[in-house]
C-alpha cells in the first residue's frame, strides 16, 4: 500500500480462525490510481504474510475507479471480496493463500454492467447453496440523481445465476438517488436490502427468484422518513431471529435506527413509532454505519462521530413473536399399488403458546400419474380438483392441531409426489415448515393388464387370463373369457366374470358383481351394510360380502 492519505479501509470479515480480512481501496505512489485492496491480518494485528507474500492482494480490474466494499469468507476459506472496477460491479476471490480462485470465471475476478452507466456493490451476502448475492446501485448518483438499487446473483461458479430475474440482475427504482447500502439473507431464501432513497430510509426484499416480495408493505419496498426534510439513510441492517429487521444510518447529523416487522411496517415497540436517533457527540457529524445483534436482544450500532469512532447499545425490550405459528406434517404410503388407493394425513399444528392462527388453509397439490379421490378435514371444508385438495380450516387455537386426509388413485406406474401447504391470516416468522411433502413409489404389484380411468368407464376383457384395473367411476367391466381378475376400485361398479374361474373384488361404493360360468370367488367388502350384491351365477363360488349384502347363488 502507499503508506499515504488515500488508502482507505471499507470493509472487515474475521475468518473462523481469528485472522482480520479488511478490504478497500490503496493509491499507486507511481499512477496516482486506485487499486482494489484486501489485506489479512493475524489475531494480533500483524499483517499475515501466509496471505499473497505480505498480507496485502491488490487486484487489477483496468482502468478507472477499482475499489473493494466488502468481504464475506465462505465456508471453505475463500474470500470474496466486492465493489467497483470501473465502471461496473466487480468481484473478486481468493484462495486461502491471497491468489486468485481461477475457478471463479477462469481469472478470479468478473465485472457485471448494468443499464444506465455505472455500477457498485457495496455488501455481499453468501447463501447456503454456495450462490453470491451483492447489492449496491446502478446509475449515477451526481449529478444526475439518476441511480435505482441494483442487486446481482452468481453461481459459485462465478456466473450470473440465471434463475434470478431470468439473467442474474435486478435494478429497483424509488424515486431518485436510490443506493442500497446493506443486504442480508432470511433463513427461506429471501433477500432483505436496506439504502437510501432521495434522502429517506429505503428498504426491500426479494423472493429468492428476485421478484420483489409483495408481502413487504404490499409491494416489496418501504421508504421512512425520520422528521420532515431529514436527510435520511439506511448503511446497513440485521435481521433478528422473530424476523424483524433493523436498519441503521444517519437523520440530519445523528445516529439513526429503524425497525421493522416482518410485514415491513415499522415497529411501533421500538423507540418512537419503530424509530430512534441519537446524537453521539453534540454538535459533530454522527453517521451510523454498521449495526450487530448481540445474543440478549440488544442492538449495538457503530459509525462516525466528528473525527471519531462511536458506538451505541440499545436496550430493546422485545415482545415475544408467535415463532414458528404454524407447521405441517405429512405421511403416506411409501409404495402404493396400481389399481389401490394412496391414502395422504396432512396434520396442521399451531406451534404458538400464545397466539390463535386465524384463516387457516391448506393448499394441496398431486403430481405425477394420479387423480385426487376425496379430501376429508378434522375442520372446516375442502374443495377437490383432479391434481389438488384446497382446504379453509378457520381458526386453529394455540398448541391445537388439526388433520386433512387426501384419497388419491394412482392410474400408471411411476412416483406420486403430494405437497402440503399451510398459510394464515398472521405471517409466520419460521416458514420453513410450512410445507411437506410426502411421495410413493407406484408399482404394478397386481399385474394390471387394463387399466381404467378416474371416470365411467367400459372395460371389456380378451381371451387370456386378464387383471383390470377398473379404477374409480362407475365402471362396467366384462371380463369374457379366460380366469381373470377384476378390481372394480370406488364407484358403483358393475361387473361380470364371464367365462372360467374369476376373481371379482368390488371396493368402495354399491357395486353388483355376477360370477356368471365358472369357479369364481367374490369381494363385496367395503363395511358398509347392504350396499352391494354378489352373484355367484354358475358353478361352486365363494362369496365374501359385508352383513346385508345381497347374496345369490352364493352358499
Same mark, same amino acid.
Do not use: F, M, R
Given at each position: 500500500m502507499s503508506g499515504g492519505d488515500e488508502d482507505i479501509a471499507n470493509g472487515v470479515a474475521v475468518q473462523p480462525d481469528g485472522k482480520i480480512v479488511v478490504v478497500g481501496r490503496s493509491v499507486d505512489p507511481v499512477s496516482g490510481g486506485n487499486r482494489f485492496t484486501v489485506v489479512r491480518y493475524n489475531s494480533n494485528g500483524s499483517l499475515d504474510t501466509g496471505f499473497d507474500g505480505d498480507g496485502i492482494a491488490l487486484t487489477d480490474f483496468g482502468t478507472g475507479v477499482q475499489e473493494a466494499f466488502a468481504v464475506a469468507v465462505q465456508a471453505d476459506g475463500a474470500i470474496v471480496a466486492v465493489g467497483e472496477g470501473g465502471p461496473n460491479v466487480a468481484l473478486a476471490r481468493y484462495n486461502t493463500d491471497g491468489s486468485l480462485d481461477t475457478s471463479f470465471d477462469g481469472d478470479g475476478k468478473v465485472t457485471t454492467g448494468f443499464a444506465g452507466g455505472s455500477a457498485t456493490a457495496y455488501d455481499v451476502a453468501l447463501q447456503s447453496n454456495g450462490a453470491i448475492a451483492v447489492a449496491g446501485r446502478a446509475g449515477y448518483n451526481y449529478p444526475a440523481n439518476a441511480s435505482d438499487f441494483a442487486l446481482a446473483r452468481y453461481n459459485t461458479n462465478g456466473s450470473l445465476d440465471t434463475s434470478f430475474d431470468g439473467d442474474g440482475r435486478v435494478t429497483t427504482p424509488f424515486a431518485t438517488a436510490d443506493v442500497a447500502g446493506g443486504l442480508k439473507v432470511q433463513p427461506d431464501g429471501k433477500l432483505v436490502v436496506s439504502g437510501t432513497s432521495d434522502f429517506d430510509f429505503a428498504l426491500a426484499r426479494y423472493n429468492p427468484d428476485g421478484t420483489l416480495d409483495s408481502g413487504f408493505d404490499g409491494d416489496g419496498k418501504v421508504t421512512t422518513s425520520f422528521g420532515a426534510g431529514t436527510l435520511d439513510g439506511s448503511s446497513d441492517l440485521a435481521l433478528q431471529p422473530d424476523g424483524k429487521i433493523v436498519a441503521a444510518g444517519i437523520s440530519q447529523a445523528d445516529f439513526a435506527v429503524a425497525r421493522y416487522n416482518a410485514d415491513g411496517s415499522l415497529d411501533s415497540g421500538f423507540g418512537t413509532g419503530g424509530k430512534v436517533t441519537t446524537d453521539v457527540y453534540s454538535g459533530f457529524f454522527d453517521s451510523a454505519s454498521a449495526v450487530a445483534l448481540q445474543t440478549d436482544g440488544k442492538t449495538v450500532v457503530s459509525g462516525n462521530t466528528g473525527d471519531d469512532r462511536g458506538l451505541v447499545r440499545y436496550q430493546v425490550t422485545t415482545t415475544p413473536p408467535p415463532s414458528d405459528l404454524l407447521s405441517v406434517t405429512k405421511s403416506g404410503p411409501a409404495t402404493v399399488s396400481l389399481g389401490d388407493q394412496? !391414502?395422504? +394425513? %396432512? +396434520? *396442521? $399444528?399451531?406451534? /404458538? !403458546? $400464545?397466539t390463535t392462527a386465524t384463516g387457516v388453509t391448506l393448499a394441496d397439490t398431486l403430481t405425477?400419474?394420479?387423480? %385426487? #379421490? /376425496? @379430501? =376429508?378435514?378434522?375442520?372446516?371444508?375442502?374443495s377437490i380438483t383432479s391434481t389438488s385438495a384446497n382446504? @379453509? #380450516?378457520? /381458526? #386453529? @387455537?394455540?398448541? @391445537? /392441531?388439526? $388433520? *386433512? $386426509? *387426501? %384419497?388419491?388413485?394412482?392410474r400408471a406406474t411411476g412416483t406420486l409426489s403430494d405437497k402440503a401447504t399451510v398459510t394464515a391470516t398472521q405471517t409466520d416468522p419460521v416458514p420453513a415448515n410450512n410445507s411437506a411433502t410426502a411421495t410413493s413409489t407406484v408399482n404394478n404389484a397386481h399385474?394390471? +393388464?387394463?387399466?381404467? =380411468?378416474?371416470?365411467?368407464? +367400459? #372395460?371389456t376383457g380378451g381371451w387370456g387370463n386378464d387383471v383390470i384395473c377398473a379404477l374409480s367411476g362407475n365402471d362396467t367391466v366384462r371380463a369374457s373369457y379366460g380366469s381373470d381378475t377384476v378390481y372394480g376400485g370406488p364407484g358403483n361398479d358393475n361387473i361380470d366374470g364371464g367365462f372360467d374361474n374369476d376373481t371379482l373384488i368390488g371396493g368402495p361404493g354399491n357395486d353388483t358383481l355376477t360370477g356368471y360360468f365358472g369357479n369364481d370367488r367374490l369381494n363385496t367388502v367395503d363395511n358398509v351394510s347392504g350396499n352391494d350384491t354378489a352373484n355367484g351365477g354358475f358353478g361352486t363360488d365363494t362369496c365374501t360380502t359385508d352383513p346385508g349384502d345381497g347374496r345369490v347363488s352364493c352358499p
Open positions: 394412496a !391414502t395422504y +394425513t %396432512v +396434520t *396442521v $399444528t399451531n406451534k /404458538s !403458546t $400464545t405425477g400419474p394420479g387423480t %385426487v #379421490l /376425496s @379430501a =376429508t378435514p378434522g375442520q372446516g371444508t375442502c382446504c @379453509a #380450516l378457520g /381458526s #386453529l @387455537a394455540a398448541g @391445537a /392441531s388439526t $388433520t *386433512v $386426509t *387426501v %384419497v388419491a388413485e394412482p399385474g394390471c +393388464t387394463i387399466t381404467g =380411468t378416474s371416470g365411467a368407464d +367400459t #372395460l
